[in-house]
């Protein structure tokens, strides 16, 4: 399970809550492997691919 | 001091009346009003249907200078309508040029044992607050509500008596424009009784249910079965 949020600008704490709903909502989807990531509005395509990307990696898909 | 001072309380549980959310808050407001704070409530899952609900949900908010919002916990955030209300309310303020200057208790109750679950909600409430330029006062956690059960606190007996007097403290402050304190936010939290003896009655008495839904749907000897897990 890999998720992306959209912040409208940089703030940790609401970060962190969004980073503890997925980790805790994989443990009722019997996930294999998750992890969360947060893109910043306005993030061009290359920082958003290779947020994407590191994403995926981190949970075992290699592209 | 607390003279002209008015009290909302928010229930955001669909069981409305019937909900601890309702029980807890009104506790709270009851010794609000004893300290001269005039308090209403109001309660999303119903106001929040109909423009007209909204509207009204909207008035009462603002009419209010301290808010205390009560709900349960549902799967580590909040019901869906209160998340409706919040961003109501959030929309509503943003509009205005100088918003009123508004206070924001909030109490969060699950079925689990431990309080602790109810964190994530709180820190979800707290943001809210920060983002619609309300004043955080402070949250409490309240766990195994299912001893509650939606009944007055003062009929349920001992063993809410630190909830009873946490919310007392809390009350105190609130109308008395200080800040809430810890003590109240941990009486509040604290398990009503041992965290072990609430597991194990938990334990035995979901153990029960599960069991006789089991039989029911013809699947007891299937109970271990674990359809997700890869090799």
């Not at chain 2, 709180?122 to 983002?131: K, P, Q, S, T």
Request: glycine share 10%; proline share 4%; hydrophobic share 40%.
């Amino acid at each position: 399970m890999a998720v992306i949020g959209v912040q409208a600008s940089p703030d940790r704490e609401s970060a962190q809550i969004f980073k503890t709903l997925v980790d805790r909502n994989a443990i009722n989807f019997h996930s294999l492997a998750h992890g969360s990531s947060i893109i910043i509005r306005g993030s061009g395509p290359r920082e958003i691919g290779e947020l994407t990307n590191s994403l995926l990696k981190s949970i075992g898909v290699t592209t | 001091m607390s003279q002209n001072k008015r009290a909302l309380l928010i229930v955001g549980s669909p069981r409305c009346e019937k909900s601890n959310s309702e029980a807890i808050g009104t506790y709270l407001m009851e010794r609000l009003g004893e300290k001269g704070v005039v308090w209403d409530k109001v309660y999303t899952y119903r106001l929040t249907r109909t423009a007209e609900g909204r509207e009204k949900l909207l008035n009462a908010v603002y009419g209010a200078d301290i808010l205390v919002l009560a709900s349960p916990l549902y799967v580590d955030s909040i019901p869906s309508f209160t998340i409706n209300a919040m961003e109501l309310i959030n929309e509503h303020r943003r509009a205005i040029e100088s918003p009123k200057e508004q206070k924001l208790f909030v109490i969060v109750n699950c079925g689990f044992p431990e309080p602790s679950h109810n964190q994530t909600a709180l820190a979800i409430y707290r943001r809210f607050a920060l983002e619609s330029g309300i004043e955080w006062v402070g949250g409490a956690r309240v766990g195994w509500g299912m001893a509650i059960d939606g009944r007055s606190l003062d009929s349920v007996g001992g063993m809410v008596k630190n909830l009873m007097r946490g919310l007392q403290l809390a009350a105190g402050a609130l109308a008395g424009d200080i800040p809430v304190p810890k003590e109240a936010e941990e009486l509040i939290s604290r398990p009503f009784m041992p965290l072990v003896l609430a597991k194990l009655m938990t334990s035995v008495a979901g153990g029960v249910g599960w069991n006789s839904e089991a039989r029911k749907n013809g699947v007891r000897n299937r109970m271990h079965d674990r359809p997700y897990e890869s090799d």
